[in-house]
C-alpha cells in the first residue's frame, strides 16, 4: 500500500513510525533525511508558474506604443525608408533591453527574498532537536511543536500536552481544535481527526511532538495549491499611483497628438498638396515618437525595481520586508512602538548591583566587584558577607552552569541564571559547591509566594537557603549580616534596606534577596511554615537587561527625524521608565502608563493622553492593539513591534506590523510586515531611514522622468502649432524634431542617467526631516518646484536656440535642437542628484557620472561618424551650435542650483514662522 492511501489517523503512533521507517524517540538521521529530500524534494507549496527569461523580454514588447512604433517601423520600411526603420527599431530595441533588465532584476531579487523567509522549525534529528528550514522537513522527521509555531507539514501526533491548533485556514474552523494521539476510525472526515496536525495550520497552545506523513504538494495544503496556476499578487500602492500618472500623460499627449495631426493635414490639404502614403507615415510616425517619448511608460517598473532593491538592501541589514508595499510605508513611519527586552536592551538578564553589609557594590564587566563608595573598603569581613550571599543564590536556584566549547554555557531560567553567572564569575564553582551541600528538600518558587526556598546537608547540619523579593524575605528574616557579625533586624535596619531596593528599583533593577537559616534540627522537617521563618537577612542583588549599546543613538536619531519612539512591554513600570529614560525614550514631562492604567481610560481620554505616553509597562497583546488603534484615530503611521501568537492582530492593524526574527513566533512572522533579524531596535530605524531613501530616490526619477517629457511637449507643440506655421513652414517642415530624433533624446535620457538617479545615495538630512504625511502625493513641494522651474527655464532656451539656427535650414536647427535636448538633460540629471540641495552639498556618485559621461561620449561618436549621423539626421555642429549647447546647458544648471537654493531659504523661513506662532510669539 503506498503512502499517500494509508489512514495515518487511523494508525496508532507504533505503526505509522514503522510505515516511514523512523524512531519517534531520535528522530532520522541526518544522512537518511538529505536521502529522503532527494526523494520527495523541498517542503515547498508550488503556486506559481516561474516567468522565463525570455518572456519577462517578451513582455516587453507588449506595451501599446511599441506595438504601434514597430508597426509603424515595418511600414516606413516597405515604402524604402530603410535606414529611418532601422534606426527606430534598434533604438526601441535597446529600450527594450534595459525595461527587460529592470523587471528581471526585480524579479530575481524578490524570489531570493521570498527564500529568506521560508520560515524554520523543530525536528527531532539524530535524537537531538535542532532548527531547520521547513523547506527541509521530510516524511518520517519527528516535529517538535510549541505554541505560536506554524505547522510546516501534515504530521501524526504522537506526543501531545495540552496541544491546540488554530485551523481555520485549511477546515474554516474559528475556535482552537484539542489535538491527543489516540486512533480515530478510519472514516473520519479531515476537520475530526484530532490526532493530526496539517501544514499551514497554528498552534494555539501547549506542545507536542508529530511524525510527517506528507510534505510540499502532498499535504492537505499542497492538494489545494495544485488547483492554483498562478496566484496575482497585489502590486504596490506607489506603483498603481505611478500607473495613474503615465495613463493621465498619454490622455494629454494623445490630444496634442490628434491635434498636430489635424493641423498637418488641414494644411496640406490647403495648400493642395497630396497627401500620399509616405506623408501619413511620416505624420503617423511624428504622432507615435511624440506619444512614445511623452508618456514614461518604464516608470512603473522602475517602482517595482527600486522597491525590490530597497528590500533586498534591508535584508542585507537584518530587516525582511514581507511585501514592497512595506518599504514605501516604512518611509512615511511617524510612531515605532517598541518592546523593551532584547529589543532596546540585550535581552540577556545580568546582576549590576549588589547591597551587602549595608553597602553598595558596583558590578562591572567580567564580573569585577567594587564598592560603589570609593572610600569604602572591600574587608575581609565583607568579603565573606559577599561570599555568603552568593552561595545561597546558587543553592537556591535550578539553573546550571555547563562548560562548552572553552566558554561557560548557563541553562535555566533567564533570572537564575543571571546568577548562577554572576557566581562563575566571581570565582565560586557552582557544580562543587551543589554537590557538597547536597540538595535534599525544597519548596518551589511561585508568582503567589514570591519566593524559592531549598534545604540542603553539609558536616551533619541542614541549612534553608531563601530566594525570593526583597519585601518577602525580609519579612522572613529577623536577623541581618553585617561584616560577619549577624545583628537583629531592628526597624531601623528595615527601613534601611527597603529604603536602598527602592532606589535600585527605581534605577530599572530588578531586585531580589537572599537569607539564610541553620535547621535547629539534626533531620528535614517538610514543613513550610517550620521551615521559612527566622532567617538572617544576607542582603540583595539589582539585575537588570542592559541596552543594547546603539539603542540611545538610534532613539536620538527618531526623534531627530519627527519620530516619537514609545516603549510597549510586559515589564514593570519602574523598570521600563529606568530603561526608557537611560536611552533617551522617556523624557521631563512624558507620561508613563501601566496596563492597569490604560484599562481604565476610555479611547476618547488616551487620545487626548496617547501623544503624550512615551511607556506602557505591564501590558497585554489587547493593550498593543488600543494603542494601535489610539494613534491611527491621530492619523499616525504606526510601527508596532510584537513577538507572541497574541501580538498577531496589533501587528496586522499597524501600518507596519515588525516581528522578532530570533524569539518570534512564527504566527508573529506571519502577520508582520517586517521581520528583524537580530530583533534590534536600531534595526527598525535603518529600515525607516532606508524607506524614506527609496521614497526620495523615486521622486527624483519622476521629477527627471517628467520634466524631460514636459519641455519636450512644450517645445514641440509651440514649434509645430505656432512658431514654424507662422513663419511659412510647412508639411514635413512643421516637425521641430524626427521621429527618430524624439526616440533617441527618450532612451539618452530615460535609459541609464534615470536609472542611475535610482541609486543615488540619500540626502545628507533625510533622517532630520520630519516624516512625510499619510497619504502624501509623490507629487510633493520640491517635485512640483522643480517641474515648474524646469519648464520655465528650458523651454525658452530650446526655442531661441531652434528659432536662431532657422536661417542656416531646417536640418541645421533640428541638429542643434537635438543636441540642446540631450545636453541639458544630461546636466538636469546633476541636479536630480537632490531636489532640495545643491549638488556641491549632494556630490553625485560615481555612477551617476559615469552614466552621464557615457552619453556625451556616446553621442559625440554617433555624430562624428557619417552612417550614424545620417542615421539620426544630424550635422556636424559649429562653433556657434556648441556655443548655444554649452550655454544653454550651463544656464539651465546655473539657475535650477540657484532656485534650489532660494526655496530652501524660503522653507526654513516658512517652518520658523509655524514655530514661533505655535510658541504664542509673533514675528
Sequence with gaps: MSEEALKWHSLEPSSVAEALKTDVEHGLSSEEALRRKEVYGPNRIVVERRVSPLKIFARQFANLMIVILLIATTISALLGEIVDALVIFVIVLLASVLGFWQEFRSDKIVSALRKMMVPSCSVL???????????????????????????????????????????????????????????????TPLPDRANMVYSGTTVARGKGRAIVVATGMNTEFGKIAKEVTQIEEERPPLERRMNEVAKNLGKIVIALIAVIVVIDLGEFALLGQPITAEVLIKIFMFAVSLAVAAVPEALPAIVTSTLAVGMWILAKRNAVVRSMAAVETLGSTEVICSDKTGTITLGEMVVRRVYVSGSFLEVGSGGVVQPVEKQLVFSNPLETDFRRLVETFVLAS??????????????????????????????????????????????????????????????????????????VVIELSDKILVEGVEHDLTPGWRETVLRAGEMMAAQGFRVLAAGRRVLDTNRVEQDEEAVERGFTFLGFVGIADPPRPEASEAVAMCVEAGMKPVMVTGDHLSTAVAIAREVGIYREGDLAVSGAELEKLSDEELDKKVEKISVYARVTPY???????????????????????????????????????????????????LILLDDNFATIVKAVELGRWIYDNIKKYLAYLLEANFVEIAVIGLTTLLFLPLLGYTGEELLPLLPVQILYINLATDGLPAIALGFSPPDHDIMKRPPRPRGESVFTAEVKQFLIRALIIETPLYLLGFLTALPYGIEAARSRLFLMFIAIELVIALNCRSLIHSVFKARPHKLLVLAILWELVLIVVLTVIPVTREALHILIPTAEDLAWIISAALITFTSIEVLKKVSIERMFLTLKSVKTEESGVRV
Design 125 to 187: 534529528r539524530d535524537g537531538v532537536v535542532v532548527k531547520i528550514s521547513s523547506e527541509d522537513v521530510v516524511p518520517g522527521d519527528i516535529l517538535v511543536i510549541e505554541e505560536g509555531d506554524r505547522i510546516v507539514a501534515d504530521g501524526r501526533i504522537v506526543e501531545a500536552f495540552s496541544l491546540e491548533t488554530y485551523e481555520a485556514a485549511l477546515t474554516g474552523e474559528s475556535t482552537p481544535v484539542q489535538k491527543r494521539p489516540n486512533p480515530m476510525p478510519a472514516d
Design 398 to 471: 535550578d539553573a546550571v552552569a555547563k562548560k562548552e566549547g572553552g566558554r561557560m554555557v548557563v541553562y535555566g531560567d533567564p533570572t537564575e541564571a543571571a546568577l548562577i553567572s554572576f557566581a562563575e564569575q566571581v570565582g565560586v564553582n557552582t557544580s562543587e559547591l551543589r554537590a557538597v551541600r547536597r540538595r535534599v528538600w525544597e519548596i518551589p518558587f511561585s508568582s503567589e509566594r514570591k519566593r524559592m526556598t531549598t534545604v540542603t546537608h553539609y558536616d551533619g547540619m541542614y541549612e534553608a537557603h531563601l530566594k525570593g523579593a526583597l519585601e
Design 623 to 673: 493593550h498593543k492593539l488600543r494603542i494601535v488603534d489610539a494613534w491611527r484615530r491621530r492619523s499616525k503611521t504606526v510601527a508596532m513591534t510584537g513577538d507572541g501568537i497574541n501580538d498577531a492582530p496589533a501587528l496586522k492593524k499597524a501600518d507596519i506590523g515588525v516581528a522578532m526574527g530570533v524569539k518570534g513566533t512564527e504566527v508573529a512572522k506571519e502577520a508582520s510586515d
